[in-house]
C-alpha cells in the first residue's frame, strides 16, 4: 500500500486523512508531544515522532520524517512549510512527490512583487503601486506622492495577513515601512515591501484554480472571504454574493491566465480584490498551495479537492466525475477559534465541552475534541463547520442552526462573534464589505 506523509496538524491533517484513506493510501504525520492525543496522530497508520512543536517548520526534519515513513508523496496542507520552495525542492530530491506545484513557481509566485509583475504581464489588472520591491522609506515617498493615500505597506515575502499595514496620511508612512519591514525580516527573512493604493470598500474575492499535467488549467470557482480580523479570514462563502454573472466570469479567465503564464499545476488560490465603488477588481497575490477555505468550493462545485491534488500529482490529467465548472448552490463556512471573541487574542486551553453540529447540508472539519488541549505552539483554528443550501438564505439559515449547536468550552471561543456575524443585516444580506469587523485591541 501506497504512502501518504502529511507534513501538517491538526483539521487539515485529518480532513487530508479522511479522503486520502478513501482513496486506499496509507496515511502518516509528525507529531510533537503536545499533540499526541489529537484526532490527526491518532487515526494515522504510522506517527513520526518530533522534538519540539517547531520542528513543523524545519525542511531538513520534516522530510526525514517523510522518508521515515517510507512515504512516496508528500502533502504539506496550508501553513508551515507548504509554500516554502525548499521544502519542495527537498522533498523531489528525496526521491518522493510534492503534492503542489513545482519548487520554482512557488518561488516565482511567492514573492509578491514577482508576482505583480507576473499578472501585470498576463493581462491581469492590478492596483496602481510599486512596479518592484521598496526597500527604503524614500522610495516609498516618491510612491506615495504618485498614487495617493489610502495606501497598504506589505511585505514580498508576506502571506497570511502578516506583514502588512494601511496609511492613511503622509505622517503615518514612516511607521508603517518600519514595522513592516522589519517584520517581513524576523517572520520571513525579507525586509522588502510593495506599496499600493488601498481600496477601501472591497470585497476580497479568490479564485480556485487547478493545473494539470497536461498543461490545461482549470476555473474552479470563486470565494468571498471579506469576514476578516486582523487581516486573516474569519468566514467565507461561495459563490460571491457581491459579483454579476459576467465579473465572475471574468476573474476566473483572469486566474486561469495568470496559472498558465506560470506553467502551474495542482490547486492554487488567485486573490483579488474587488473595489465596490469602482466595480472593479485587481490582483492581490498567488497562494501556491490548499486554502483552509476550500470546502466552501468542495460543496458548491461537487468535488474533492483534495482527491483531485492526489490525482494530478500522480500524472492524471482527467477531470472529476460530478464535477461542475458553474456553482450549484450556496456554502458558508465558519471558522472556529480558540481566541477572545472581542479583542480576537489566542485563547489556549484544554477542551472540557466539545459538541459538534450535524444535519441537512452540514459539514465539520475537526482537529480536536473532548479531552485534548489547544496548546500555545500554533495558530488556535480548532475546527471549520460549513453549511451548504441550495439557495444563500437556505445556506445561511442552516449555519445559524449549526453554530447555535456548536459548543466549545475550556479554551476561549470565537462562537459569539461568529453568531453576531451571521445575525448582522450586512451579512444576511450581503452588502457587506471587508471592514466588517473592526479589531478593538
Not at 93 to 114: L, R, Y
Not at 297 to 317: F, K, M
Amino acid at each position: 500500500m501506497s504512502v501518504l506523509f502529511i507534513a501538517n496538524r491538526g483539521e487539515i491533517a485529518a480532513r487530508i486523512q479522511r479522503t486520502a484513506r478513501s482513496l486506499g493510501w496509507k496515511c502518516a504525520v509528525a507529531r510533537p508531544e503536545v499533540d499526541a492525543g489529537l484526532p490527526y496522530v491518532r487515526e494515522a497508520d504510522i506517527s513520526v515522532p518530533l522534538d519540539s512543536p517547531r520542528a513543523f517548520g524545519d525542511v531538513e526534519t520534516m522530510v526525514a520524517a517523510a522518508v521515515a515513513a517510507g512515504a512516496q508523496l508528500v502533502h504539506p496542507g496550508y501553513g508551515f512549510l507548504s509554500e516554502n520552495p525548499d521544502f519542495a525542492r527537498a522533498v523531489t530530491q528525496a526521491g518522493m512527490t510534492f503534492v503542489g506545484p513545482s519548487a520554482e513557481v512557488i518561488e516565482s509566485m511567492g514573492d509578491k512583487a514577482n508576482a505583480r509583475r507576473i499578472a501585470q504581464e498576463s493581462g491581469v489588472p492590478v492596483t496602481t503601486g510599486s512596479s518592484g520591491p521598496v526597500e527604503t522609506l524614500e522610495e516609498a515617498g516618491e510612491i506615495a506622492e504618485v498614487i495617493g493615500f489610502p495606501l497598504m505597506v506589505k511585505a514580498v515575502a508576506g502571506g497570511g495577513g502578516i506583514a502588512m499595514a494601511v496609511v492613511t496620511e503622509a505622517a503615518g508612512l514612516a511607521a508603517a515601512v518600519e514595522q513592516v519591514s522589519g517584520r517581513g525580516v524576523s517572520v520571513f527573512g525579507d525586509g522588502r515591501m510593495i506599496v499600493e493604493r488601498y481600496v477601501q470598500r472591497s470585497r476580497h474575492i479568490e479564485a480556485q484554480i487547478m493545473g494539470l499535467p497536461d498543461g490545461r488549467v482549470i476555473a474552479v470557482g470563486e470565494r468571498d472571504c471579506s469576514v476578516q480580523r486582523r487581516h486573516q479570514k474569519v468566514v467565507e462563502e461561495s459563490p460571491s454574493p457581491a459579483l454579476t454573472l459576467e465579473v465572475r466570469e471574468q476573474i476566473a479567465r483572469r486566474a486561469v491566465a495568470l496559472g498558465e503564464a506560470v506553467g502551474y499545476r495542482n490547486a492554487g488560490t488567485v486573490e483579488f480584490i474587488y473595489d465596490l465603488d469602482r466595480q472593479e477588481f485587481y490582483f492581490l497575490e498567488m497562494n501556491t498551495r490548499l486554502q483552509v477555505e476550500h470546502p466552501v468550493t468542495e460543496a458548491v462545485h461537487g468535488v474533492d479537492l483534495v482527491a483531485w491534488q492526489l490525482a494530478v500529482a500522480r500524472g492524471d490529467s482527467e477531470i472529476p466525475e460530478g464535477f461542475s465548472a458553474a456553482p450549484s448552490g450556496h456554502a458558508i463556512e465558519l471558522r472556529i477559534y480558540a481566541e477572545d471573541p472581542e479583542r480576537f487574542l489566542p485563547r489556549p486551553g484544554a477542551i472540557t465541552r466539545w459538541q459538534m453540529p450535524d444535519g441537512d447540508g452540514i459539514r465539520v472539519d475537526a482537529g480536536y475534541r473532548e479531552g485534548t488541549t489547544v496548546t500555545p505552539f500554533f495558530d488556535p483554528l480548532m475546527a471549520k463547520v460549513i453549511g451548504w443550501g441550495s439557495t444563500r438564505e437556505e445556506a445561511l439559515e442552516r449555519t445559524r442552526t449549526a453554530l447555535a449547536r456548536t459548543a466549545v468550552e475550556g479554551p476561549g471561543v470565537n462562537l459569539p462573534y461568529l453568531a453576531r456575524v451571521l445575525d448582522s443585516e450586512a451579512f444576511a444580506t450581503g452588502s457587506y464589505a471587508t471592514g466588517l469587523v473592526v479589531d478593538e485591541s
